[in-house]
């Protein structure tokens, strides 16, 4: 790789490590896992930058990550769970206020009761804020596979959310 | 709700989320590595022990071809014969041993002789039973391969040694360019094989390397598990090192010599490597192929393993050995010499 190429690629690893490390995490619910397929994502991106950086990166890298931690053909041999516990999951979220950081657990929690697929469109979508023609590519569905993912997921957490949860999320009833 | 989603999650990641291990000097060695099959960079070993070091490899696999930064040009290859023709040495040069270096550079173009070397990789690797070739596509890291123009090319690159200024450090700190730099046979994407049965692809790393641009055998940069930059693996010790940070990682090696048919010689290698807390661990299948005219391959197949949960949530460790054992990687080597490496 050449020089400036590489200088690019360095960038992009430090600008972005930590933003691909949470998109992992929210995705699978396993803070080693995630780091593992970012690991992952990024050494094969270094491998295709040339490549890549004609193209779209940020997709292309999710788009590695959701292979490795989502889909079906892969989840087959990737099942890995923590046995560790010590790196396993996040830190509870410091308390500022009992009712925010139960607020926040839920929150979280409910999140990884999602099928993978709905709670990847979920977080594609609400929380990269991505448009469904982008979530779709990522994916590698249709936008109306992601349209409905996205609805039956939003459903779901409804269930899952408590109502003073729900009342504490704006627009949670509309 | 949607529209609060997502500053919800982030302010509980704010504080959640761990610290990460993963640095941009880490990944781009670990690309380098894979995509050259070997970044390396030279301890702080004195003259002495390096000589002595050296003499001791070249012994364990018999004197192999290239035995020294002189030695290419003096013994052109293992077997007495000549040189090929256009086969021109590229001897390491004297480095002071007080300072580390590393490899920079990496594939580049298919020429007439790497077109040919994919030719023959295509036909063979298509025909191993009960496998198929996977290799990664733009959008869709594992794509199947039917036909040789979607099999990942073998290209020419060239690769000079520079300084590392970050001396007993784990990651690189590119310095100055010693002025050395050698041409290689590598691919830009690893072509993998899925086999029957087992739960994921291997990963299959191929580089050829020019005489005299190497010493034989496998040696080890202190402290560290890259190979030192004149060995083109890691060494045959079992190693505990850090790996971005991370301490404690594991790397068992078996390791074993012997003789090809046309004269060449061997080096085999069977290697674990495990994360601290066990809950990944990857095996690798690695031939280094010595040619009797001075060049050499290194074959890696590369099998990675995984935790699986059983309805009782607790996990134990998914072996996946790798599908191609060492003699299966030796015997492709003996087939596919790389000619004239230029």
């Known amino acids: 790789m050449r020089a400036e190429h590489e200088a690019e690629f360095r960038e992009f690893v430090t600008g972005r ?22 690991q992952t994502a990024l050494i094969r991106l270094y491998g295709a930058w040339n490549r890549a950086r004609k193209i779209s990166v940020d997709p292309y890298v999710r788009r590695i990550i959701v292979n490795v931690l989502i889909d079906e053909h892969r989840l087959s041999w990737f099942r890995r769970v923590n046995i560790g516990g010590d790196e396993a999951g996040p830190a509870r979220a410091t308390a500022v206020d009992g009712q925010r ?4 657990l839920m929150l979280t929690e409910a999140l990884q009761h999602l099928p993978r697929r709905q709670r990847a469109a979920v977080v594609l979508r609400f929380w990269e804020d991505l448009p469904v023609e982008q979530t779709a590519q990522i994916m590698g569905c249709s936008t109306g596979a992601v349209k409905n993912l996205t609805m039956r997921g939003l459903a779901t957490l409804r269930g899952l959310l408590t109502d003073s949860v729900l009342d504490d999320i704006q627009g949670a009833t509309s | ?37 070997r970044v390396a960079y030279t301890g702080t070993a004195s003259v002495i022990a390096v000589f002595l070091a050296a003499g001791l490899v070249f012994q364990l696999v018999g004197g192999g071809p290239g035995g020294g930064p002189d030695g290419a040009q003096a013994s052109p ?14 001897p390491l040069p004297d480095l002071p041993e007080d300072k580390e270096y590393g490899w920079i550079g990496g594939g580049g173009d298919p020429n007439d ?22 290799t990664s596509g733009e959008n869709d890291p594992m794509v199947p391969v039917t036909d040789r123009v979607d099999f990942p090319d073998i290209v020419r690159g060239v690769e000079g040694l520079f300084e590392d200024l970050n001396v007993g450090g784990s990651g690189f700190s590119k310095g100055p360019a010693t ?8 691919m830009n994407d690893w072509p993998m094989l899925q086999f029957d049965g087992e739960l994921g692809p291997d990963v299959l790393e191929i580089a050829y390397y020019p005489k005299g641009s190497y010493l034989p055998g496998a040696r080890t940069q202190p402290g560290g598990s890259y190979a030192d930059y004149r060995h083109l693996t890691e060494g045959c010790e ?13 790397t068992g090696f078996e390791c074993a010599e012997s003789d090809g048919p046309g004269g060449e010689r061997v080096l085999s290698m069977e290697i674990t490597t495990n994360n601290p807390s066990r809950t990944s661990e990857h095996r690798y299948n690695r031939v280094v192929v010595y040619y009797p005219d001075g060049n050499a391959v290194v074959i890696t197949d590369h099998a990675p393993s995984w935790q699986e949960r059983d309805d009782g949530h607790n996990a134990t460790l998914s072996g996946t050995s790798p599908g191609l054992g060492t003699d299966e990687l030796a015997a492709l080597a003996f087939r596919i010499p790389p000619g004239v490496i230029a």
């Open chain 2, 1 to 37: 709700m949607t529209k609060d989603f997502g500053p919800a999650l982030d302010r509980e990641l704010d504080t959640a989320s761990p610290p990460t291990a993963i640095t941009a000097d880490g990944i781009i060695h670990k690309g380098r590595r894979q995509g050259a099959n």
């Open chain 2, 113 to 134: 002789t790497t077109r040919g070397l994919t030719d023959q990789w295509w036909a063979a690797l298509s025909a191993v039973e009960g496998a198929e070739v996977l």
């Open chain 2, 179 to 186: 002025g050395y730099s050698r041409p290689f046979y590598t």
């Open chain 1, 17 to 38: 490590t930590e933003r691909l490390r949470v998109f992992a995490y929210l995705c699978c619910g396993d803070w080693h896992r995630a780091e593992d397929a970012v």
């Open chain 2, 238 to 250: 079992d190693l505990t090192y850090n790996a971005q940070g991370r301490a404690g990682w594991t």
């Open chain 1, 101 to 104: 950081t139960d607020q926040r």
């Open chain 2, 77 to 90: 290859s293992a077997s007495g014969e000549p040189d090929p023709p256009g086969q021109v040495a590229f």
